[in-house]
Each structure stands twice: as structure tokens, then as C-alpha cells.
């Protein structure tokens, strides 16, 4: 009975396109990834990820040791708490980006896609803390990859339980309705849409 149904499904040839279609943007990813790590090998930006002040505090330390990099924090503190990290740590305001387009971890990366490319930006370390890495990895392997943009992960020690799968799947879904629409499917989620204006 599976198999019947599994074989009426595929008879669809919309179906069939759509796989194929996916499975060729697959493929893609992985050689867009391998250009960009030969053209850069070494990061040239970072991004970090917006979620709590240890964020900010370990970028900031971070980035002392990496003063030729600019960076990009992702929908993180309000500007004011924001700079006063990074101005404590010597880090001139020049250097910093502050954006606030984001309201969900696909948003992080979809938002600020387009400025790396036009940029030239082709690797970046991007910084998280080490539970919400996993799906941090998936989403920018897909968005960012798409773009033929590769990053270093660098993960933050935390004691928050690491994210369930069924979380990173979601968010793979939405990166992959990214890449083909240009849309994420935030709106559809008035918590996250609400949550979204909360620092601007």
C-alpha cells in the first residue's frame, strides 16, 4: 500500500521536477563552498549571531586578536549596550555593524547575505554559542553556500541544552523556501514577527 502510494506521488511530474531541481541546488552548494575556500582561505569578516551578552563580550575578546576584521553582529544587544562592549575592549565603533533586520536565526543570515557579496566577502567566522551551533551550521551551510559564501564556526561554551533536530530541520525547510522564493516564512509566525522590532 506504501509503495502504491510512494509510486502514485512520483507519477506527478511537478513532484518529480521539484526533486530534481532540489537535489541539483544540493549538489551545487558543496562546489560553491570548495571555489570560496580556495579564492579565500582564511576568514575575512565576522558574524556574529545575536542572543545574549556573552555574544558580544567573547566577540569583542575575539576580535582584539583579529584587528584587520571588521564585524557584523547579527540582532544582538541594543546599540548603546552594544558599543559599550566593544568600546571597553578597544574596538573602534568603525568596526563594528550593528544590524537589526533579523528576528530568527534564518533571518540572521538571509538579512545580511546580500551586503557580504556585494562586499566581496567570501568566508567568515561566524560565532554562536555552541547549543545553537547545529542549527546556526545547517541554515548558513545552505543560505550562505547558496551565495558561494563559506564560514569558520566558532562556538561559545554555554550550559543551555543543545536545540532539538526537529528545530534544525524546520530551519533547513525554510533556508531551502529561501533560496527557491526569496521568502523565510517568518511572517507566519506573529511571536517571532513581534519579537522582531524589539531593539530598533
Known amino acids: 500500500m506504501l509503495v502504491r502510494r510512494f509510486h502514485h506521488v ?3 511530474p511537478w513532484i518529480v521536477a521539484l526533486i530534481g531541481l532540489l537535489v541539483i541546488l544540493l549538489s551545487i552548494i558543496p562546489v560553491r563552498l570548495a571555489i570560496a575556500h580556495y579564492q579565500a582561505p582564511y576568514p575575512q569578516a565576522i558574524l556574529t549571531l545575536g542572543g545574549g551578552i556573552e555574544r558580544e563580550e567573547f566577540t569583542a575578546e575575539f576580535a582584539q586578536a583579529h584587528p584587520s576584521l571588521e564585524i557584523w553582529v547579527s ?12 568600546r571597553a575592549a578597544g574596538i573602534p565603533d568603525q ?4 544590524d537589526y533586520r533579523a ?3 534564518v533571518t540572521n543570515f538571509t538579512s545580511l547575505v546580500q551586503d557580504f557579496k556585494s ?6 567566522y561566524l560565532i554562536s ?3 545553537h551551533m547545529p542549527r546556526a551550521n545547517a541554515i548558513a551551510t545552505l543560505v550562505l553556500g547558496s551565495q558561494g559564501i563559506i564560514f569558520t564556526p566558532i562556538s561559545i561554551p554555554s550550559n543551555d541544552p543543545q536545540e532539538s533536530f526537529v528545530r534544525i530541520l524546520r530551519d533547513s525547510g525554510r533556508s531551502v523556501l529561501w533560496i527557491f522564493t ?15 522590532y524589539a531593539f530598533r
Open 10 to 12: 512520483f507519477r506527478k
Open 75 to 86: 540582532s544582538g544587544l541594543p546599540p548603546n549596550k552594544a558599543r559599550d562592549i566593544f
Open 95 to 98: 568596526r563594528v555593524h550593528l
Open 103 to 105: 528576528i530568527d536565526t
Open 119 to 124: 562586499l566581496n566577502i567570501q568566508h567568515l
Open 129 to 131: 554559542s555552541d547549543s
Open 182 to 196: 526569496g521568502r523565510t516564512g517568518a511572517s507566519l509566525n506573529p511571536r517571532v514577527a513581534h519579537v522582531s
